[in-house]
């Protein structure tokens, strides 16, 4: 072999060499883009039912969805993948998704491609899980509030057969961002979880223990949505914010939370729901006050104006409690708007109990409330107290609160003229 023989052998080696190289990656950017060619063209519609929480977590469900190559739509005849993240909390939410999930029997019937998957705080609920699926053989996924991170391999592994996983427990998801819907107000989530056991409440079973995020990564993500230059408004969530941090042991609190966030540069206000009466302490108040980005808005859910409710309820606060929080704040913000929570028909409530509720809202004269006939949740406490209340007489209450609400607003813009 001479010379320009060898030469010639090692440029055709070369140029093979180079164009192996580059079919490579032009195959691997394809296959990249044919993981989602099946999605292609495919829609997706989420239905939330609830608090603020599920608003943010169904945030997450779309982000993922869109990802797997789905855009949404609003209608869920023409959707592909429909996805119902419901909520416990009232006998009244759960009887709507039931409702809901129904009717799209025809749906699928007429559509057997489609992807129909229920998750949420309902379904965290074994028995409930298991209802749904024997009810409703058309529904191809139930996941528990601990698996929605996961939710693509769900997607991915109904071909296989219909998916049903709940968690017992979960971290944190730090993984999987959100697709931001409100278009003034980012939602950010600072906890899960809730320790309280509050008599009536299912949230604590379905929730799981209180579970904080740690500082650093709620003031990156703060960080990331105020460079965004979209969002005016910041409402920090957990069920019970007040208590945030005590997990971590590592010296975190609310206040210094929202104090650290306020130092972020940038022009935003920011909010936070909900706040516990057991767990707001002075130091909170203070750093609302002092704070100029702090909107001056609490949510203090009281649930009875009667202390023999209040420790039925295990609410940990008597009415006196409460009202010196109230005076507390008021003394140091002014212009605080305080709004309110309330459960009427508790298990032996009296006449006499249920006007201490009605007295508190006249002496509080809050700047709303939400009035809710209280509603027995399996595997609670209060589901298994003698003295349950007849749904007249608690429809009656909540009637005769509802009223004094509006009467007070009336006044309050009467006063205001
Ligand atoms: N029945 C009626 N209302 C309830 N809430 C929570 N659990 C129940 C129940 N079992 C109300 C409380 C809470 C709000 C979010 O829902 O007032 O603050
Ligand atoms: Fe339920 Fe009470 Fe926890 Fe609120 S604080 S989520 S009412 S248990």
């Known amino acids: 072999m001479t010379k320009t023989d060898i030469r010639?052998?090692?440029?055709?080696?070369?140029?093979f060499l180079v164009c192996f190289i580059f079919s490579q990656k032009y195959i691997s950017s394809l296959a990249k883009i044919d993981k989602n060619l099946y999605n292609i063209g495919m829609k997706y519609i989420i239905i939330t039912y609830g608090c603020q929480m599920n608003v943010h977590e169904s945030e997450k469900l779309a982000y993922i969805c869109e990802?797997?190559?789905?855009?949404?739509?609003?209608?869920?005849?023409?959707?592909?993948?429909?996805?119902?993240?419901?909520?416990?909390?009232?006998?009244?939410?759960?009887?709507?998704?039931?409702?809901?999930?129904?009717?799209?029997?025809k749906l699928k019937k007429m559509r057997p491609n489609i992807i129909i998957a229920v998750c949420g705080c309902m379904t965290q609920k074994e028995q409930t899980a298991n209802y749904i699926l024997r009810t409703f053989p058309f529904v191809d996924i139930v996941l528990g509030t601990f698996n929605l991170a996961n939710f693509a391999h769900y997607i991915e592994a109904v071909k296989t057969g219909r998916q049903l996983e709940i968690l017992k427990e979960g971290e944190?998801?730090?993984?999987?961002?959100?697709?931001?819907s409100d278009r003034d107000n980012a939602w950010v989530n600072i906890m899960q979880g809730c320790n309280n056991f509050c008599t009536y409440c299912i949230v604590p079973y379905v929730r799981g223990r209180e579970k904080s995020r740690k500082e650093e990564n709620i003031l990156k993500e703060i960080k990331e949505i105020v460079e965004q230059k979209k969002f005016k408004k910041i409402t920090l969530l957990g069920q019970n914010v007040n208590s945030y941090g005590q997990d971590l042991k590592d010296g975190s609190t609310f206040s210094k939370l929202l104090s650290d966030i306020c130092k972020i540069d940038g022009d935003f206000s920011l909010t936070f729901m909900t706040s516990h009466p057991k767990d707001l302490t002075s130091d909170v108040i203070d750093v609302i006050a002092k704070e100029k980005k702090i909107l001056k808005e609490i949510h203090l859910p009281a649930q009875s104006g009667n202390n023999r409710i209040l420790a039925l309820m295990n609410r940990r606060y008597t009415r006196e409690?409460?009202?010196?929080?109230?005076?507390?704040?008021?003394?140091?913000?002014?212009?605080?708007?305080?709004?309110?929570?309330?459960?009427?028909?508790?298990?032996t409530e009296t006449e006499e109990e249920?006007?201490?509720?009605?007295s508190l809202v006249k002496e509080v004269k809050f700047d709303g409330i939400f009035a809710f006939m209280y509603s027995p949740r399996e595997g609670t406490v209060a589901e298994k107290m003698e003295g349950q209340i007849d749904q007249k007489t608690k429809k009656r209450r909540v009637n005769a609160l509802l009223r004094l609400e509006k009467e007070i607003q009336e006044e309050k813009r009467n006063g205001r003229k």
Do not use: M, Q
Not at 73 to 100: H, P, Q, S
Not at 172 to 180: H, L, N, Q, S
């Open 172 to 180: 944190i998801d730090e993984t999987v961002p959100y697709k931001r």
């Open 8 to 15: 010639h052998i090692l440029t055709i080696f070369l140029i």
């Open 354 to 358: 249920f006007k201490d509720t009605l």
């Open 67 to 105: 990802k797997l190559g789905y855009t949404p739509t609003d209608k869920r005849e023409e959707a592909d993948l429909i996805i119902f993240n419901t909520c416990a909390i009232r006998e009244g939410a759960e009887d709507r998704v039931f409702g809901n999930v129904g009717a799209l029997k």
């Open 321 to 347: 409690k409460y009202l010196s929080i109230i005076k507390e704040i008021r003394e140091k913000i002014p212009n605080c708007k305080i709004t309110s929570d309330f459960i009427v028909g508790f298990p």
